[in-house]
């Protein structure tokens, strides 16, 4: 007997034509994905047990369902279809081994693409928490994954050096910007650990456009790379290290001064950064007496008072929460990735972020239509939603579907 919502498929269809990620094919949808794999030439030749797109919503899936070994996750995807007459004999679950070679096949571009196609600053105006006196909050800061010890990743990723030796593991590197209101990761790089988060930031930084107000913690200010994130008009809002030598030009009613910042290797100091200083120190809490220096492009005070920029600054671990919803509950905590070469490494992580993009964007559109804060809706509750539709909404009406996961949220 049909399921309600279900729609009866074409007598020729075949049950690779149907697969899908849930409600997340609404953000990941399968034109998107066809005209991406046509643009990166990886468009099947020949009909096969697992077609390219199949392939790319398996990579998306590995990241919804970590804990499970290879071929369950691919049963998760044909679970809402195997149950038919017409697709209930007609294909198996691929072996280990014959998923690799797809994946292999795919490779990591078609990965990337997807979630740089998607991914954008996702808050509206109204939106809680996402913007400061107009200007749209975001963040950057970098993270890693630990990946698989195979020899080949061990080469490219290397393992980090500790003072009684190396890490446990080789690690990825992720450079990501966040919209602070939504936790969207709406742009990122990918390397190894052994390539600085600086060098990484070069590639995300001239995705800061006017209207932004960029926070960063202290690690990542460098004369090149604030000179190179401001370039595009955005506002940025950048800790620097208690050492940093500034050349003060003058002081600000609230406090605050203006201060010019050399290049290291501009000794004869003829180009300067002229930047706005707060400086201040936080007398409670866990670290008491800490001495905060914060650099600013907004030279104004009346703009941007001192003291309102010196509380925004703790929005910078809005970008800490986004990679912990990635790291400990998207991925289960699941302590070292399984691919176990870097094409796939970086397919597997492009995929992590495409996924919590899109689960991302539920949520917003959720929030918005209930008037409420997106940082309020669960994002675990969320995830298990999008699981339950993983498995359920091949062949369902979006009527049916839309109605149930609103329901779940």
């Known amino acids: 007997m049909p399921r309600p919502g279900w729609r009866k498929q074409p007598v020729d269809s075949r049950l690779t034509d149907h697969i899908s990620i849930g409600v997340l094919t609404r953000t990941l949808t399968k034109d998107l994905i066809d005209e991406i794999l046509l643009g990166c030439n990886k468009v099947q030749q020949r009909i096969r047990l697992l077609p390219s797109r199949v392939v790319m919503y398996y990579v998306l899936a590995m990241s919804l369902y970590p804990q499970d070994a290879y071929e369950e996750v691919m049963r998760h995807l044909v679970e809402g279809l195997r149950w038919q007459d017409q697709f209930r004999s007609s294909w198996n679950v691929p072996s280990k081994a014959a998923i690799f070679k797809a994946r292999m096949r795919l490779g990591a571009e078609p990965m990337k693409k997807l979630f740089s196609s998607v991914a954008k600053p996702l808050a509206s105006p109204g939106t809680p928490g996402s913007f400061y006196r107009g200007l749209r909050l975001v963040a950057i800061d970098g993270t890693t994954l630990d990946v698989s010890d195979s020899p080949a990743n061990l080469a490219h990723f290397t393992k980090p050096t500790t003072p009684i030796g190396s890490a446990a593991n080789a690690k990825a590197r992720v450079v990501g910007l966040v919209e602070c209101g939504t936790h969207a990761i709406f742009r990122a790089e990918v390397g190894p650990y052994s390539v600085a988060e600086q060098v990484l930031a070069r590639e995300v930084v001239p995705y800061l ?39 003060m030009v003058g002081e600000l009613e609230d406090g605050s001064y203006l201060g010019n ?100 964007a539920l949520m917003c559109d959720v929030a918005d239509s209930a008037g409420r804060d997106p940082d309020r809706l669960s994002f675990v509750g969320s995830l298990r939603a999008a699981r339950r539709s993983a498995t359920t909404s091949p062949g369902f009406s979006p009527s049916a579907l839309s109605g149930s996961i609103h329901q779940g949220l």
């Open 261 to 360: 910042v050399y290049h290291h290797k501009d000794r004869a100091r003829k180009r300067p950064l002229l930047l706005r200083v707060i400086e201040y120190k936080i007398t409670e809490g866990e670290d008491p007496d800490s001495f905060y220096r914060l650099f600013c492009t907004i030279t104004d005070p009346t703009q941007a008072p001192a003291a309102e920029l010196a509380a925004l600054y703790g929005q910078r671990w809005e970008i800490e929460s986004a990679f912990d919803e990635l790291k400990a509950h998207q991925n289960e905590s699941r302590r070292v990735l399984r691919s176990q070469s870097p094409e796939l490494v970086y397919q597997e992580v492009w995929g992590i972020l495409a996924l919590h993009f899109a689960i991302r």
């Open 209 to 247: 456009k006017k209207g932004m107000l960029c926070i960063a913690d202290r690690g990542l200010f460098g004369y090149e790379l604030w000179k190179q994130a401001s370039e595009g008009g955005a506002e940025l809002l950048w800790r620097a290290k208690s050492n940093y030598r500034i050349e």
